[in-house]
């Protein structure tokens, strides 16, 4: 659910203001209105800075050579750093660092050249060159070289690989032609070529010690992105103030959940400035922070991919944690994949992070619906004799009325999915515009809502045919005066009916692709079953291959390798499907907006920034 909001108009003299902010900074509760971008050169340098500062400790945290080759030379160096510039330090080694694997692969392809043309004394060539000689260098396709050249020209071959023929001419005719193309000389000799990659890499050495002796001082460098973070908030803060009293007067403007309003007013009371506050209404449009379980929580990032609600409109995340759960398990299908997700979650907490839990969640429900939808590891086990019988009792297996009837449960899920948006809209309609301005949004849930509820009953036998009809009716036309007449009460009766119908097209026929669409969480879990019970009929062919320990070997890495490849697409599929269910056909039929944004105080805590 969506916390409450007090909103707090700060007036305060001119001068005060770096004071205050810093004030309500430790305070850490209240929400300054402030842009989120930078709004001059200054604040631009800040956020260019703060966002430098994380990367970095990021990268010298994550920082681990103990798989180096060179871990023990690295381990043995001793770097000094400066304490007062550990930023520059960084950007230095990182900068030197790729410059020098740079210059790395091009000493390593200047040894190779230089390996192919041998040990020679370049004081020699030097020499050679002093007193008029010209030192040639060629290197041609064996097919193109003319073993008779040997006889014609001052010519001495170097090398022959049967591809490839190198050599030299040596002449103090400048005149002299011979008919091949000249290459460029070594630029150095094969002794010089290891001593400068040897040089290199105890540079290289030198620098990855100096980023490994960095973690040390990670502490220093959250410490400044803490500072430089607060004031780029507190700088974005003052950019957002107001001016009265011919500049005399600066007003700010903030909010605050009301839970934290009693410590609030109290730190504020002895503080230098005046304050009013008042009750935060959708026009203010205050802040928005989520109050929920740790359930819940574990679903606001799917609320804040499609956008907060605003201060009026409804939490969507308790909707959203329980049908996505659902809808994913469902998309899934397969309750050994169910397994594996669950095991992920539960053993490599370190790695997935903060999705642990959420895979957690998620891998469990698959396992409940891939037994629901008898599926496991793409093995139809409705039918296995291991399986015993009250287990089989919760399957959905068969067909009704001549449909499957896992085709039928992902409708029936479709359509509950709905009527929980529909009510929804209908409620917080009443809520924003009141009861006689949602008379049209109230027909249309009493009439689809309550025809389901009704329907519902009827197939349950709790109803006959004869009062079902009597129901029906009147629904339809306590309805039909909603949609068709009292729309809209400020409005020609006339203009309503017309109205009325036009909306009706549109929402009989919405209606009918919302629900279909829901068939993908059948058509998503049968297609990851078939695909899984084809890699194992493949894997369990090769069985039959009379080479022993072959056979095996190739049935495993059949059903290892298929597997893994299904249960990614799976995940993918089941991800993105019950989102889009979500944010099209859910948010949609509830009038959901999202069009509010994130609370974030003036907080010295970067995560809040």
Known sequence: MIEKMTKYSFILLKGKDEDFLTAVQELGVVDITRSSKPVDKESSDLMNLTRELGAAIKAIESVDWTSDPDRDKIAAEKVEIDPSDILGCYRNAVARLKALDEELVAARKDAASSKAWGEYDARTFRLLEARGFRIRFYCIPKKKFDSSWEQVYPLAIVSDDGKEVRFVT???DPAYSLPAEECQAPKMTPEEAERRISDIGRQIIRHKAELATLKEYAGTLSAELQDKAGRLQRHLACAGAGSAAE???TTYTGFAPEENEKELCEALDRMDVVYIKDAAVREDNPPIKFKGNMFTRMFSVLTDMYGRPSYDEFDPTPYISVFFTLFFAMCMGDAGYGLVLLIAGLGMKKMLGS???????????????????HTFFGMDISTVSWVPDWLKACMITGTVAGYDAQMLFSILIGVVHLCVAMLLK??????????????GTLGWTLLLVGGVIVGGFFLLGVIDAALTKWIVIVLGGISAVGIFILNDIHRNPLINIGSGLYETYNTVTGLLGDVLSYLRLYALGLAGGMLGNAFNSLGTSLLDINVPGLNILGCGLILVFGHVLNLAMCCLGAFVHPLRLNFLEFFKNSGYEGEGRVYSPLSNEVNNE
């Open 355 to 373: 999705l642990a839990p959420l895979v957690t969640v998620l891998g469990g429900a698959t396992l409940v619906m891939g037994i629901v939808l």
């Open 426 to 439: 209908a409620v917080y309609a009443c809520r924003r515009h009141g009861f006689l301005n949602s008379l």
């Open 247 to 249: 500049g005399m007067v």
């Open 170 to 172: 040596i002449s103090d």
